[in-house]
């Protein structure tokens, strides 16, 4: 765990402002809106990086008129990072859906997609269980490291390649909380023990 003792000293610049972010949010939701509209839809966000795209999203979606019919929030919790910078490729699911997917025109929510395991397990998980559709969305798109070849219908910004931050995103779970896209300082991996 690193010693520097404020989010503002471990921070070394930010990339996307929360307004950026809320701008890429209000694209997407358009598009998902005028995909699914006059229909239900279930978005299902990928615990823990997509706590805050996944509620954004869901609310910026109900206010656009003439949108989806109705509008269902549920979660899976996966994990493959585990507390390493890099992805171990090993999907866990530490916590399943709690509605059904059967006929549902599901929209997985990710907050980033690297190198693609992670999602591209998700889509062979839920494409099992029978949805009427399924698309994804990411928030945070990182195409230089992708080991597989994932369909993403809805992507909103793209990331540097770099160790980020922010937004659901974390650092040995520090730093979720930040409202903006960050790249942390070389001195906090430095101090990784
Ligand atoms: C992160 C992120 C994605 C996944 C993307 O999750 O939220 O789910 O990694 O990586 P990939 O495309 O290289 O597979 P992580 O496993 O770190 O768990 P977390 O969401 O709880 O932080």
């Excluded at 989010?7 to 809320?22: G, P, Q, V």
């Excluded at 997917?101 to 990710?110: P, S």
Aim: overall charge negative; charged content about 20%.
């Amino acid at each position: 765990m690193n010693t520097l003792a404020t989010y503002d000293e471990a921070i070394e610049r930010t990339l996307y402002t929360a307004e950026d972010i809320a701008r890429a949010i209000g694209r997407l939701a358009a598009e998902i809106a005028r995909d699914h509209a006059g229909q239900p839809l279930l978005l299902l966000g990928v615990l823990k990086g997509a706590l805050y795209v996944a509620v954004d999203l869901a609310r910026a979606i109900a206010r656009v008129p003439g949108g989806p019919s109705e509008i269902f929030v549920d979660y899976v919790c996966a994990s493959s990072y585990g507390n390493a910078t890099r992805s171990s490729g090993e999907v866990r699911i530490l916590k399943d859906t709690s509605m059904p997917v059967a006929g549902q025109n599901v929209v997985i929510v990710e907050d980033i997609v690297d190198n693609g395991l992670t999602l591209q397990y998700l889509q062979a998980l839920l494409r099992g269980r029978n949805p009427a559709h399924l698309r994804s969305c990411v928030l945070f798109n990182k195409p230089y490291h992708r080991l597989v070849d994932v369909p993403i219908e809805y992507v909103g910004l793209r990331s540097p390649d770099e160790f980020v931050v922010g937004y659901g995103l974390d650092y040995q779970e520090l730093f979720r909380n930040l409202p903006y896209l960050a790249q942390l300082r070389a001195q906090v991996f430095s101090q990784e023990g």
